[in-house]
């Protein structure tokens, strides 16, 4: 059995200095587990992970974005970001925001039986200004460097996709439609992965709403449950016999996300 989690941790060293990381691989026991936002570089992190191999795609400019795996099982290779080909192809190697390439946003790990993509979605921002890269350029490349990988063996690929795909997936859907997470364009980016085979595996499991990944610091939220999923864990369709569990780790503190696992019998 092998457990991935992954979790934005919107700042590695905030969590840490909470003491909150060790506590979260003790209670969840991950085999890999999958970080996004970490904010760091790896000199600037006091973490012992013992048994695990690190590897770490952290963002040009210093305290942004940024993606990590650690992995008990070791990978056959790891990547840091998509390839030149679809840098190119869809035009993702500026905005008015800069590079998004340099950002750290996406790492994929090869394993015996399948590939491992931890990604970082870009945020389309409050006034959509970068809703159109998203929508026309991020979206499409990542969907297309997936389908590339699973010609060769299943992909899992996880992590803050910035978007909640249906009105369940948000506590408060109907004065949010339009704005950043909730647009036509993102979730129809979102709907893709579906369309194209990829299977959401929390909804394997669990139906309807109240489950979120996200809340906001304002009001009280998180207590109140008034949050949105946009933490995921998506898999090739083959995998899904081998699916045994996926979760929602809504009691993990440390950072406005929580982790979400799945349990694989791989």
Same mark, same amino acid.
């Given at each position: 059995m092998t457990k991935i989690c992954s979790w934005n941790v919107n700042g590695i060293r905030a969590v840490e200095r909470k003491g909150l990381f060790q506590p979260f691989i003790n209670e969840l026991k991950p085999d890999i587990i999958c970080l996004q936002e970490t904010k760091a570089n790896r000199e600037q992190v006091e973490i012992d992970l013992n048994g695990y191999h690190e590897y770490w795609n952290s963002a040009?400019?210093?305290?942004?974005?940024?993606?990590?795996?650690?992995?008990?099982?070791?990978? &056959?290779?790891?990547?840091?970001?998509?390839?030149?080909?679809?840098?190119?192809?869809?035009?993702?190697?500026?905005?008015?925001?800069?590079?998004?390439?340099?950002?750290?946003? &996406?790492?994929?790990?090869?394993?015996?039986?399948?590939?491992?993509?931890?990604?970082?979605?870009?945020?389309?921002?409050?006034?959509?200004?970068?809703?159109?890269?998203?929508?026309?350029?991020?979206?499409?490349a990542f969907l297309e460097y997936l389908k590339s990988l699973e010609k060769n063996k299943p992909v899992i690929f996880c992590g803050d996709l910035n978007v909640a795909y249906s009105e369940d997936d948000l506590s408060n859907p109907k004065p949010n439609v339009g704005k950043k997470g909730f647009t036509d364009e993102e979730r129809q980016g979102f709907g893709q992965f579906l369309n194209t085979g990829f299977i959401d595996s929390f909804r394997i499991f669990n139906k309807g709403n109240g489950y979120y990944s996200w809340w906001s610091h304002w009001a009280n939220a998180r207590a109140r449950n008034i949050g949105w999923r946009i933490d995921y864990i998506l898999t090739s369709k083959s995998l899904v016999p081998k699916i045994k569990s996926a979760q929602i780790h809504k009691d993990i503190l440390g950072s406005d996300h929580c982790p979400v696992s799945i349990e694989l019998d791989i």
């Open positions: 040009e400019r210093k305290g942004y974005s940024g993606t990590a795996i650690f992995s008990k099982i070791e990978p &056959v290779t790891v990547i840091d970001g998509l390839p030149e080909d679809f840098i190119k192809q869809y035009k993702l190697d500026n905005d008015s925001y800069g590079d998004p390439n340099s950002e750290g946003r &996406v790492m994929t790990a090869e394993y015996k039986d399948y590939y491992l993509v931890t990604v970082y979605t870009p945020n389309a921002k409050d006034d959509l200004s970068r809703l159109k890269l998203r929508h026309k350029q991020w979206d499409p």
